[in-house]
């Protein structure tokens, strides 16, 4: 069975695709450095500021402790989060890319 050909040059010209692309790059972008710089808060603040991460929170609980589980859910907040806007947004602009398209 042959397979379709596309014309992947004239898809990644087309406008759709390149507003698409621009803000699909933008939403990661913003959050890949939000998340770096999260990640990155833990180490240094505990190098740093050691005496704010012994802080007890309940009992044997420290501040470090929270703030290394809070990065489990800010991971799973923007896993969460990002699903969302691909669903709303992504997903109904490649709807509209492909139906222009015609593929």
Known sequence: MAEKQYDWKAIAQNP????????KSAFLFGWWIFSTVYYFLLPIGAAYAPTLFKVKIIGVINFGYVFALSQ?????ALAHYYAHVANKDFDRMTKALI?????
């Open 99 to 103: 139906d222009e398209l015609h593929l």
């Open 72 to 76: 489990f859910i800010v991971s799973w």
């Open 16 to 23: 759709k695709f390149k507003e698409l692309h621009h803000k």
